[in-house]
């Protein structure tokens, strides 16, 4: 498995940005297709967006498309997630993921998923 760290969440206004990473390590990176999650109070973790392991293939859910930007640097060992235009519904902690090694694309199953981080909390005030 590879152990992944998130970081970039805050307090912020609708309609700011945010950029979160997540920082693997443990295994080789680029092996892996990634997902960010997130998780509301008193709701269940939702699929936000996934990429796969060569950057080519990208998947969104469908309220962040146009929002939200994945993205990942193979050479930082490092996965990203822009967030644009901010809405009081994203407020949630949000969750990096890895698939197990030799998966090529993300998907939005969380069972797909084997390595979590600990998440990072994001607050859009209204």
């Known amino acids: 498995q590879v152990q992944l760290v998130e970081s970039g969440g805050g307090l912020v206004q609708a309609g700011g940005s945010l950029k979160l990473s997540c920082v693997a390590s443990?295994?080789?990176?680029?092996?892996?297709?990634m997902g960010w999650f997130r998780q509301a109070p008193g709701k269940e973790r939702e699929f936000v967006a996934a990429i796969s392991w060569s950057v080519i293939s990208t998947l969104y859910e469908d309220s962040v498309k146009g929002r939200f930007t994945i993205s990942r640097d193979n050479a930082k060992n490092t996965l990203y997630l822009q967030m644009n235009n901010l809405k009081p519904e994203d407020t949630a902690v949000y969750y990096c993921a890895a698939r197990d090694a030799g998966w090529l694309f993300g998907t939005a199953r969380i069972s797909d998923y084997g390595s979590w981080g600990q998440g990072t909390q994001v607050t859009v005030s209204s």
């Open positions: 443990g295994r080789t990176f680029r092996d892996y297709a």
